[in-house]
Nanobody, 118 residues
Framework: QVQLVESGGGLVQPGGSLRLSCAAS????????MGWYRQAPGKQRELVAA???????NYADSVKGRFTISKDNAKNTVYLQMNSLKPEDTAIYYC????????????WGQGTQVTVSS
């Protein structure tokens, strides 16, 4: 199986920056895509950004121009650089991987809290 471990969340003031990291480990034959989702209280989980094995990226309209997703294939790690943070970015951020282990499956991290507040 695949384990995803996130880090980098925390409390930041509006306009500030945070960098999230997510490292995948375990039995991994191939990672097709990795990404970040978020869920705010009372709302559904939504895609924030994703990156494929080929490097193609996809962003939610609400974060375009402020967030950047990147990856380190050698480390099976994906990053989310978040700049110009707004209070509405406050949520639990979950790492996701579409990966082939014993079978192809969607894997999720435990989540990391991001709070944007003055």
């Amino acid at each position: 199986q695949v384990q995803l471990v996130e880090s980098g969340g925390g409390l930041v003031q509006p306009g500030g920056s945070l960098r999230l990291s997510c490292a995948a480990s375990g039995i991994i034959f191939r990672i097709y895509a990795m990404g970040w989702y978020r869920q705010a209280p009372g709302k559904q989980r939504e895609l924030v950004a994703a990156i494929t094995s080929g490097g193609s990226t996809n962003y939610a309209d609400s974060v375009k121009g402020r967030f950047t997703i990147s990856k380190d294939n050698a480390k099976n790690t994906v990053y989310l650089q978040m700049n110009s943070l707004k209070p509405e970015d406050t949520a639990i951020y979950y790492c996701h991987a579409d990966a082939l282990s014993t079978r192809r499956h969607d894997y999720w991290g435990q989540g990391t809290q991001v709070t944007v507040s003055s």
